[in-house]
């Protein structure tokens, strides 16, 4: 069986991610908490993306498949941002996921997958969002030279989302007015759930389908590409 690890997993997207995965891998979630998942066979390892390393934690020495999961949605305006804001949002967003990268990239598997999270707000460019963007940006420019770099060893793919329905994005979707007026935004009037991304996620790290890499893979509704209220 391959061996997968989820740096976050133990709810939204992640804990989807692990939840598909966990029926046909060794999957290892290594993530704040694991009151969610004790309803899957996963391994748990107690971990904080921003203060913890992964070094010398319970991973295994060969990994088929990495996926890291923490991230923020810190939308204002510019002038309401100051600098610690766009320092934490790279922090959770770039800087812990470079850290755990650099920790395990000499155990990734020959043909291994590795991938990554950004947000349909970079290449669309949407207001309110310089800080996420910002981070989310970096995200893209090191998973593609990362997959340059580690190219045929590795494969490094980034999902670039729009608006899902998880816990992160509660304050946006907190009644129905706001999920209608979201839904609408996108040309197929809904909002993303979590199995949604998660699909692609699983797609990404299957051996079927190994020659994918370098890619950010947008799966948003088709909001970044089509305009539909025309």
């Keep these: ?18 939840n598909q995965l966990s029926k046909q891998n060794n999957v290892y979630v290594a ?10 066979n996963v391994n748990h390892i107690s971990f904080d993306a921003l203060s913890d390393t992964i070094e010398g934690q319970d991973i295994p020495d060969e990994i088929h498949g990495f996926v890291f999961c923490p991230g923020s949605i810190n ?15 790279m922090e959770i967003n770039f800087f812990a996921m470079v850290k755990v990268v650099k920790a395990i990239v000499g155990r990734m598997a020959e043909g291994s997958s590795m991938v990554f999270f950004s947000t349909v707000a970079v290449d669309s460019g949407m ?11 970096a995200i893209e420019g090191f998973a593609k030279a990362l997959a340059a770099e580690y ?11 729009s608006l899902v329905d998880t816990p992160l994005a509660s304050r946006l979707l907190s009644n129905d007015k706001k999920k209608k007026q979201m839904s ?11 199995k949604d991304i998660a699909n692609m996620a699983t797609f990404l790290l299957h051996s079927e389908n190994s020659w994918i890499t370098g890619q950010v893979i947008g799966v948003d509704g088709g909001i970044s590409t ?3 209220n025309s």
């Design 184 to 194: 609408e935004r996108h040309p197929l009037k809904r909002v993303g759930n979590v």
């Design 151 to 161: 190219a045929p060893k590795i494969r490094v793919n980034v999902i670039a989302p």
């Design 75 to 89: 939308l204002k305006p510019f002038k309401m941002l100051d600098i610690q804001d766009f320092k934490e949002d």
């Design 226 to 228: 089509l305009n539909s």
């Design 1 to 18: 069986m391959r061996n997968i690890l989820l740096i976050g997993g133990s709810h939204g997207i992640g804990r989807e991610i692990a």
């Design 127 to 137: 207001a309110y969002h310089t800080s996420i963007s910002a981070a989310k940006g």
């Design 31 to 40: 993530s704040r908490t694991a009151k969610d998942l004790s309803d899957l």
